[in-house]
């Protein structure tokens, strides 16, 4: 099985952007426990800050992965585009926020891709990303 994780603008700067609330960890350092704790898939990560790159990604997943973890931090409250290419594609998409978007500002209670992902999960930290990748693992079982 392959899992493609995609993460949106300013998750790049993980473990030293607000620690508070999204921990001390790079994503880097992270990945590498995703591969190793589901070392029997084929995990891949990417990271941009710019929209159509994140819309490209999506496109080119469709044809080469089996889902998508995907992150679009702000994007989540304000791209059309990106909810309209989760829309677009065949496999599935499940939406991660490190944080409990609900208990944050207002805006960020809205998101335009929950409506066409599989599933959401949120303020679990990092290990939003561990339920998100297992959640395509029970429905292959």
Known sequence: MKILIINGPNLNLLGTREPEIYGGKTFEEYFSHLQ????K???SYVQSNME??????LHSANKE???IVMNA???THTSVAIADAVKAIEIPVVEVHISNIHAREEFRHRSYISPHAKGVIFGFG???YDLAIES??????
């Open 73 to 75: 931090a702000a994007y």
């Open 36 to 39: 190793f704790k589901f070392r």
């Open 136 to 141: 395509f693992i029970e429905e292959k079982a």
């Open 65 to 67: 992965f089996d889902g």
């Open 126 to 128: 990092l290990k939003g």
């Open 52 to 57: 159509g790159e994140i819309i490209n990604q």
């Open 41 to 43: 898939l084929e995990l």
